[in-house]
């Protein structure tokens, strides 16, 4: 499975974005999907995640609230959206494929078995 990510750029705080994930090469709603980032500096870190159909999702703490994630399993994409973008938000953002990324186990790394190449996002207060 290849993964692109896409949409990252310069935001002013307070504004939102949508990031997109185009998955190919593989039969896509096999896999939960999920978004991590990772802010300079720091570890790579859990965004959000959406399961094999799209009816159930996860988010961190520190994106619930602001973020959304859905899936389009007929066109293989996974979008994220984010709202009132924080300075802290800046980070490269990573879509992930994981078979075996369901429920709890959605918000560790270690789960996902695919990764796109990421796409950053920085956000200017």
């Known amino acids: 499975v290849q993964l692109q990510a896409s949409g990252g750029g310069l935001v002013q705080a307070g504004l939102g974005l949508r990031l997109s994930c185009a998955a190919s090469?593989?039969?896509?709603?096999?896999?939960?999907m999920g978004w991590f980032r990772q802010a300079p500096g720091k570890e790579r870190e859990f965004v959000a995640a959406?399961?094999?159909?799209?009816?159930?999702?996860r988010y961190s703490d520190s994106v619930r609230g602001r973020c959304t994630i859905f899936r389009e399993n007929d066109k293989s994409t996974v979008t994220l959206q984010l709202i009132s973008l924080k300075p802290e938000d800046t980070a490269v953002y990573y879509c992930?494929?994981?078979?075996?990324?369901?429920?709890?186990?959605?918000?560790?790394?270690?789960?996902?078995?695919?990764w796109g190449q990421g796409t950053l996002v920085t956000v200017s207060s």
């Open positions: 992930a494929a994981g078979y075996t990324a369901t429920g709890v186990a959605a918000a560790y790394q270690a789960n996902y078995d695919y």
């Open positions: 090469g593989g039969t896509f709603s096999d896999y939960a």
């Open positions: 959406v399961s094999r159909g799209g009816t159930v999702t």
